[in-house]
């Protein structure tokens, strides 16, 4: 098969290309954190119980004092025989607290992905099927509010109904609950609706207006017009005919946003204190803790790579008139 | 009450001619609280009552889980590693030390069998020596049993510089001795009167020997025992999710009968204070949350949700006000406000006695800080012992107007006074922070009605409060005429504190603006107090120093007091907790428990 040997040879060259182009985000990102202002042992620097001999004796041991070029090769060496570097703060290895948080971000920033897509493509084709009617014009109402609106204030709204008024679901996400069985599940989904509706919506009204306008293009294509005319029903025209190939560039859309899943959602995590990715982004940022912003930052970084190169190979597997050269 | 008359009376108690309450109702009568009172008994040698118990539970655990929510959780729980309060509140729940404070800045023993004192011999008569008795039978949560070999394993660890401890400073100049297993000394170089510093408290937990003394030194970031600490408490350890979640279990082993009361502990981290608030107090999720600095208004209507209430806790920490006495305005050799020169207008007293009279710190209470922030004048003003009655709070525009018109400061045609072409034209900085810029706009409004014009200057807090050398707009830098913040009071024995007003601590380029003495006075006076207190055995005389120096500063106008920052924190209405201003809020956690 001539087109698969032609893909096998593109994803190589892809996969080589991203070699360089990771190393140049590494050095990036590790410059810019090496010029920022602050020092992860600024603390102790006005807190006079502690001597300056600690202060010197920690950045000595942590390596601050080597200088830029030197940290960064310590730091690419170490990465490449699987060390992601040690925490400033929390003196533990950053993979392990980044382990320790991506369980929790997966399910609840993957549970709200699956929730914006389940409401997206139905709410999307329908709307698009019957365009400028009142379902449409509702829909698109909707879907504006809903990324008008900023997490940070659905989440309160949200706080205040459902956790003060009404009392029925907690506002504080614990990751570790002491139920055990069915009582440990249902805890779990309890405390995870509320950040899950509000991410979720938020992704999937912006997803909405992407699945309509896809859909309008496809539905007015002459092929459609032909199976219509075939006298296949409208329902099978949509589902088998449009649809199809009207989600083409939405599985790419959602592909590229599946890094997203991994670096969690800053805001709405510090809301419902899920300890996510972002949160701990978030914290290490604020304590100068540069390992750790140093490591979640370059798998995000990896992450957005991998997913482009994903997105490129189903873009040209779902539509064959897209050649890989 | 001169201070013959109050030795006569502590002679009684000890000769047993006076009871302990009746010297207590003496002293109350003469203006000293039962705290104080007590506290001088006990530096005198007569033992302290243990204050009474409050603990109901007649049996150990039962309780169901105990949920705490500190906004900022813990990230790491090796408390000699610990550097804020949430660290070390978070390695309480596990760790304890010899003896603890107790709200009012009295000790408590938790691994001590006893406070040492004169009387019992712990105490030397040359300030030399403490000799700490341990209590027997403690256990570490592995079952190995907890003697003198721990305790002076902690002071060669902590001493060590390469083992990088936080706690250094409270265990490098003392030597530490094991007189038999269950005895150490410490002993100092010089007379110590405050003598309570390594084993106690915050910088006090003990770690245990035998998981630690592989890990001295430079491998001390390699214990896996920094992560999954094994102590004496309440508690023992569960999970540990750094800035999320830490977990424990009751310990079955505890060293004090029916304690602790609770079968689990969890302490939550993340989100902020407001929100940390309302999940104790209008939602019940949380029995106790934690450092919740939020207006008042906000805490009183989340209160009235029935279910729970803010707990106020005094410590020592004061928002004051600090005049320069030196130029900012002029450069000498490469810095500003150097200690060669005087503050053109500020070096008149007359001009800072007028602005001491500007300052409203009743309004300040009233309508920003409210149960946060009792008015105050005092710099010193806990624990109770240490708090002067000599400085009213004066506000009197008419009396500033007065003031500067006899010392012949006019006002011109722009209603600004001045005098010999000086202007009487203020910089008044802090950090920015809500509660901060209102009390700034106070004192602005009140300074123009006595013809003052402050000019208000708002820093960000990370900038305002770091050690950064290179930018001039650090609290420490105090490139200002006025400036303002918190200062926070770690001990209850004001010897940290009151380095502020020496004159070798004046923060200059030379020690990088770390000094300790942000105004730069300079005051022979003040520097002659501060070193008696340094060599003064006796306890009442010491405070009476302290209490001078207090009043030096005060009556000198180099700094006022505006509120008094209590730690506030919010439990739920069922649960009994003691916090202590002058320890962790975990410190008293085996006690805790909840009204059935």
Redo the contacts between chains.
């Keep these: 098969m001539q087109v698969h040997r032609v893909s096998r040879q593109y994803v190589i060259r892809k996969l080589l290309i991203m070699i360089p182009s990771l190393l140049g985000i590494s050095v990036v990102l590790f410059s810019l954190l090496a010029l920022a202002?602050?020092d992860p042992f600024?603390?102790?620097?006005?807190?006079?119980?502690?001597?300056?001999?600690?202060r010197a004796?920690?950045r000595a041991?942590f390596g601050l004092d080597d200088p830029v070029w030197m940290r960064y090769w310590h730091w690419l060496i170490a990465l490449l025989q699987g060390d992601w570097g040690?925490?400033f703060?929390?003196?533990?290895d950053v993979s392990t607290?980044i382990m320790?948080?991506l369980p929790v971000t997966l399910i609840v920033i993957g549970a709200s992905q699956i929730l914006a897509i389940a409401i997206a493509i139905p709410v999307g084709v329908l709307a698009a099927t019957r365009p400028y009617s009142l379902f449409d014009q509702v829909a698109n109402t909707f879907a504006f509010i809903g990324f008008s609106l900023p997490t940070f204030f659905t989440g309160l709204v949200l706080?205040l109904v459902f956790?003060?008024q009404l009392?029925w679901l907690?506002?504080?996400y614990?990751?570790?609950i002491?139920a055990t069985g069915w009582a440990f599940y249902w805890e779990h989904i309890k405390q995870s609706i509320m950040p899950v509706t509000v991410l979720g919506l938020f992704q999937g009204a912006a997803l909405v207006r992407f699945v309509r306008s896809s859909v309008l293009d496809v539905i007015r294509l002459d092929y459609v017009t032909t199976a219509r005319s075939k006298g296949i029903g409208e329902r099978k025209v949509i589902t088998r005919h449009v649809v199809r190939t009207a989600l083409i560039p939405v599985v790419t859309l959602v592909a590229l946003q599946m890094p997203i899943v991994f670096s969690g959602a800053i805001v709405t995590?510090?809301?419902f204190?899920v300890?996510g990715i972002g949160?701990?982004l978030i914290?290490s940022m604020l304590?100068n803790d540069t390992p750790v912003v140093m490591g979640v930052t370059f798998v995000s970084a990896c992450l957005v790579v991998i997913f482009n190169l994903i997105a490129d190979i189903l873009y040209g597997w779902l539509d064959p008139r897209i050649a890989f050269r | 009450m001169k201070e013959r008359e109050l030795r006569g009376l502590i002679g009684k108690v000890k000769a047993g001619k006076l009871s302990r309450r009746g010297f207590v109702q003496a002293m109350m009568a003469v203006g000293i609280g039962a705290p104080a009172a007590s506290q001088i008994l006990l530096s005198s040698g007569v033992a302290m009552a243990q204050s009474p118990s409050t603990y109901k539970p007649t049996k150990r655990g039962g309780g169901g889980p105990l949920k705490l929510l500190w906004w900022q959780g813990p990230t790491l729980l090796n408390p000699h590693f610990a550097v804020g309060t949430k660290d070390q509140d978070g390695s309480r729940l596990f760790y304890e030390p010899l003896a603890a404070w107790d709200p009012d800045g009295n000790l408590k023993p938790k691994l001590a069998a006893e406070i040492p004192t004169k009387e019992n011999g712990g105490l030397s008569a040359d300030g030399l020596t403490v000799t700490w008795k341990l209590k027997q039978g403690v256990t570490w949560h592995d079952g190995k049993p907890f003697t003198a070999d721990d305790v002076v394993f902690n002071w060669e660890y902590a001493k060590d510089p390469a083992t990088a401890a936080y706690t250094i400073a409270s265990y490098q100049d003392v030597m530490v001795e094991k007189v038999d297993p269950y005895t150490v000394t410490v002993k100092f170089k010089k007379p110590t009167p405050f003598w309570a510093d390594a084993f106690v408290g915050t910088r006090g937990m003990l770690i245990p020997k035998h998981l630690f003394a592989d890990y001295i030194g430079a491998k001390s970031r390699d214990a896996p025992t920094n992560l999954k600490p094994v102590g004496t408490g309440p508690y023992m350890f569960k999970d540990f999710k750094p800035g999320d979640l830490v977990t424990g279990v009751m310990n079955p082993n505890y060293h004090q009968a029916n304690k602790p009361f609770f079968d689990t502990v969890e302490m939550k981290g993340g989100g902020d204070a407001v929100s940390a608030a309302r999940a104790v107090l209008q939602t019940g999720e949380f029995d106790f949350a934690w450092n919740l600095q939020v207006e008042d208004e906000i805490l009183q209507r989340l209160e009235k949700g029935g279910k729970g209430s803010v707990s106020i806790t005094p410590g020592g920490n004061i928002e004051f006000l600090l005049m320069n006495t030196t130029d900012p305005w002029t450069e000498v050799d490469g810095e500003r406000a150097s200690l060669k020169t005087k503050h053109p207008t500020l070096s008149d007293p007359e001009v800072r006695k007028a602005v001491a009279l500007l300052v409203d710190n009743k309004s300040i209470q009233d309508h920003i800080y409210g149960r946060t922030g009792p008015a105050t004048r005092n710099f010193l003003y806990g624990p109770a012992r240490f708090d002067s009655k000599n400085n009213p709070i004066e506000f009197n525009v008419d009396k500033a107007n007065d003031i500067l018109e006899k010392a012949g400061w006019k006002k011109g045609a722009d209603g600004i006074r001045a005098k010999d072409g000086k202007k009487l034209k203020f910089v008044y900085q802090t950090s920015i922070n809500q509660p901060r810029q209102k009390t700034q706009a106070i004192i602005k409004q009140a300074a123009q009605k006595a013809g003052i014009d402050i000019e208000l200057k708002s820093v960000t807090a990370s900038v305002f409060f770091s050690s950064d050398v290179a930018n001039p707009d650090t609290y420490t830098k105090f490139y200002t005429d006025l400036e303002m913040y918190t200062t926070t009071m770690g001990q209850p024995d004001p010897g940290t504190h009151m380095l502020q007003f020496v004159s070798w601590e004046a923060a200059t380029k030379d020690n990088k603006w770390q000094g300790r003495n942000i105004t730069r006075w300079q005051s022979p006076e003040a520097d002659k107090l501060y070193r008696e207190t340094e060599v003064e055995l006796d306890p009442v005389k010491r405070a009476a120093s302290f209490i001078k120096m207090n009043d030096l500063a005060i009556q000198n106008q180099i700094v006022m007091g505006i509120v008094q920052r209590p730690t506030v924190s919010a439990k739920a209405a069922k649960l009994n907790c003691n916090i202590s201003g002058w320890d962790n809020n975990t410190s008293d956690l085996s006690d805790w428990f909840k009204d059935a």
């Design positions: 202002p602050g600024d603390e102790l620097a006005t807190n006079p119980a502690v001597p300056p001999e600690v004796a920690l041991k040690f925490s703060v929390s003196r533990m607290l320790q948080r706080i956790s003060i009392d907690p506002f504080v614990r990751a570790d002491a995590e510090q809301i204190r300890p949160s701990l914290s304590a």
